[in-house]
Every structure is written in structure tokens, then in C-alpha cells.
């Protein structure tokens, strides 16, 4: 993020491929790699990061509502 901050879009998305890598199950990292990719005219990978971040983002918001459910099942 701080790269981003700076301008230096090339060193973010190094930053956030590694990231992806390290933690596949990051919506977040995908969001902001599919950004990153866009900025830098990348688009058919920004769109394949965005897809990956979409489909996390889906499953989490899931999670969240099993989660809820089974608390106030309480």
C-alpha cells in the first residue's frame, strides 16, 4: 500500500504477487493486485485478480452469515 502511496505502482505489484502467493485466501490482496494491474494497463490480468478477489470476497461474506446465524441460534 505504502508503494502505492509513492506512485511506484511497479514495486506494489511485485509487493502484491508475492502476497498472493503467500496467502492465496487474501480478498484483499487479490483487490488490490487486480488495482495495481489495471493502473498499469494489465487488464485482462486485472480482470482475472478481480474474478479471484470476487469469488473470495463471495465466500467470506458466507462464512460471516454462517457465523451470525449460529450465534443468534444461541
Not at 505504502?2 to 502467493?21: K, P, V
Not at 480478498?27 to 485478480?49: D, F, H, N, P, V
Request: overall charge positive; aromatic content about 10%.
Amino acid at each position: 500500500l505504502a508503494y502505492e502511496h509513492l506512485g511506484q505502482s511497479q514495486a506494489a505489484l511485485e509487493r502484491y504477487r508475492e502476497a498472493s502467493q503467500l496467502n492465496p485466501d487474501s480478498s484483499q490482496t487479490w483487490y488490490r493486485l487486480s488495482q495495481t494491474l489495471r493502473i498499469l494497463g494489465e487488464k485482462e490480468a486485472a480482470a482475472a485478480a478481480l474474478r479471484r478477489f470476487s469469488d473470495l470476497h463471495r465466500r467470506e461474506n458466507e462464512r460471516t452469515e454462517v457465523v451470525r446465524f449460529l450465534y443468534q441460534a444461541r
